[in-house]
């Protein structure tokens, strides 16, 4: 067998050479850097999504805290009632007390009146004797006056009135025995009831009503007592749990700093590939949002040299809320103006791309005069959900994210953040921002809001 002889290839000349190594390091660069923004993005969704999570713990902690602290307060109050309770109570024991004093102090009065109306009723007893007596010798004065005769006549008119006399004596003294009988017997019912005798048995009604509210009160006080005693074992948890809130609110604070810190790197990351030159899949947006801030800026400075508005007018910041609107609205010297040249740059920009999601221009302070049509709608009364997510216009957005694109003076920012959409619900999404400068001036941001 022959081996088949090869002529060497020609050797290729040093600049090629040297070209397509420059070119294959550039497209290595190029995958390397576009990679590097692939990742920094994921990051910054992934920190964004993070710093959201602990900004709502941060807020459920906060409103935790408060609720403790309320309840904390409620308890205190709770205990400051069981001692005025307690205090009653006492004051409730001294007067029973006072009560059954007094009580027996009548029982000794009424006793005192049985022996006298005893008395009575044995006066009356005796008197009625003397009557019967009188009226027998009256009796026996009238027989012999009238053996008398003639003579005796005068003696018998006055025998027979002693008599009459004795017999009214007699039924008048009758009648106070009676009387005094009936009486005796309501008193002898009265003392049985208002008895103080040592034994449980012989006590009378009032006095086991009395035993019977001193017991009660009793009560009342030991269940203040105890009720006393758990608030305050309650209030001492309560204030250790309100410190531990405290602390871990301060925890989540810090937290929410590092991954404000976390999250800014991202961005930085985003931006320092996006000055590279080297186009990423944020490019486009960040050139739109430059450009429309372009356009805004000259829009502005055209309207203040024809004085379609003063400087001051349009660097306005005197809001005036609109009463009446959940969330807040206001308006401002230049709404008018802004309602009329805004849209059209601000329509188009929604026509970018799919992701897009909104494109407004705010003042330095977050304030936005005119949003997307979409977002103008009127705020419907009490329903504050829908307002958040429909009426989005004249309202000051001062948020982290809402004040670092309106006060950007970089060429552009990039940043991560979740939008409040009501009710809730967010959405997380990237926003390039570019600053407005009106003549030399610099009167807020564009914000190009876009989808991941």
Not at 257 to 262: D, L
Not at 288 to 316: H, Y
Not at 341 to 360: G, H, M, N, T
Not at 402 to 427: I, K
Request: net charge negative.
């Amino acid at each position: 067998m022959f081996a088949v002889l090869r002529r060497p290839a020609a050797p290729q000349p040093a600049a090629a050479v040297r070209d397509e190594n420059e070119e294959g390091g550039q497209g290595r660069l190029r995958d390397a850097i576009q990679s590097i923004a692939e990742r920094a993005s994921t990051m910054g969704r992934e920190a964004a999504e993070v710093r959201g999570v602990i900004e709502d713990t941060t807020k459920a902690a906060h409103r935790s805290a408060e609720a403790v602290s309320a309840l904390a307060h409620q308890v205190q109050e709770i205990t400051r009632s069981q001692e005025v309770i307690r205090e009653v109570t006492q004051a409730s024991h001294g007067a029973v007390g006072r009560a059954r004093e007094a009580v027996e102090g009548v029982g000794q009065e009424v006793a005192a009146i049985v022996a006298t109306l005893r008395e009575v009723a044995g006066a009356a007893g005796g008197i009625t004797q003397i009557a019967l007596q009188t009226r027998l010798v009256a009796f026996n004065a009238s027989v012999e006056a009238k053996r008398a005769g003639e003579a005796g006549r005068g003696f018998g008119v006055v025998a027979d009135a002693v008599k009459d006399l004795a017999a009214q004596v007699e039924a008048s003294s009758k009648q106070i025995m009676s009387t005094v009988a009936v009486l005796n017997t309501r008193i002898e019912a009265l003392s049985a009831e208002i008895r103080a005798d040592a034994g449980a048995a012989g006590q009378g009604a009032f006095h086991r009503a009395l035993a019977d509210v001193e017991g009660g009160v009793e009560r009342i006080g030991q269940a203040a007592d105890a009720s006393r005693g758990i608030c305050g074992e309650l209030n001492q948890r309560m204030g250790g749990i309100e410190t531990e809130m405290h602390a871990s609110g301060a925890a989540l604070d810090q937290a929410m700093t590092r991954s404000e810190a976390f999250l800014r790197i991202s961005e930085q990351m985003i931006e320092t590939v996006a000055e590279c030159g080297i186009a990423t899949e944020d490019t486009p947006y960040i050139r739109a949002a430059q450009q429309a801030a372009a356009e805004i800026s000259q829009l502005l400075e055209d309207a203040l040299r024809s004085s379609a508005i003063t400087s001051a007018q349009l660097f306005d910041e005197d809001y005036r809320p609109l009463p009446g609107t959940n969330p807040a609205q206001h308006t401002t010297q230049f709404i008018e103006l802004a309602d009329r040249l805004f849209p059209a740059v601000q329509e188009r920009l929604l026509e970018l791309s799919d992701k897009v999601v909104y494109c407004i221009a705010v003042d330095r302070n977050g304030y936005v005069p005119t949003h997307n049509r979409k977002y103008c709608h009127p705020q419907r009364a009490g329903d504050v959900v829908w307002n958040t997510a429909n009426s989005r216009w004249r309202r000051i957005f001062n948020d982290r994210t809402g004040l670092a694109s309106a006060r950007n003076e970089r060429p552009f920012l990039l940043q991560t953040y979740r939008r409040d959409m009501g009710g809730g619900r967010f959405v997380l999404m990237k926003e390039a921002a570019a600053p407005i400068v009106v003549a030399g001036r610099h009167w807020g941001g564009l914000r190009l809001a876009f989808q991941f």
